[in-house]
């Protein structure tokens, strides 16, 4: 069992910078990607972090990155945020191969989740 605490986000203007934090109770786990959900919408997978490697997906790459203090302290940076960015944020951890961890894989494998953080882009 691993249990994920997130913190940080918060509402921002647009253009904008927040940080989200994942804290892990323990590293039992190879994949810890992040999610968000707009309401209305399907969940999106934003990043995900592997070893060392980090993947950011189309949506996001380029304005956010993910770092790392240990394994279970990954931190996603969000820059020049949009109106769009906003929605729930999740962090998520599985047993998974590079290659689902580094695709759009989004299923069950990702078994243990964070709370949740909001966060809202204003115009």
């Known amino acids: 069992q691993v249990q994920l605490v997130q913190s940080g986000g918060g509402s921002v203007q647009a253009g904008g910078s927040l940080r989200l934090s994942c804290l892990a109770s323990?590293?039992?786990?190879?994949?810890m990607g992040w999610f968000r959900q707009a309401p209305g919408k399907e969940r999106e997978k934003v990043a995900s972090?592997?070893?060392?490697?980090t993947y950011l997906f189309d949506s996001v790459k380029g304005r956010f990155t993910v770092s790392q203090d240990n394994p279970m302290t990954v931190y996603l940076h969000m820059n020049s945020l949009k109106p769009n960015d906003t929605a729930m944020y999740y962090c998520?951890?599985?047993?998974?191969?590079?290659?689902?961890?580094?695709?759009?894989?989004?299923?069950?494998?990702?078994?243990?989740w964070g709370q949740g953080t909001q966060v809202t882009v204003s115009s």
């Open positions: 998520a951890v599985g047993s998974l191969s590079r290659s689902l961890c580094s695709g759009a894989y989004s299923g069950p494998g990702f078994r243990f």
């Open positions: 323990a590293y039992d786990y190879t994949c």
């Open positions: 972090i592997y070893g060392s490697s």
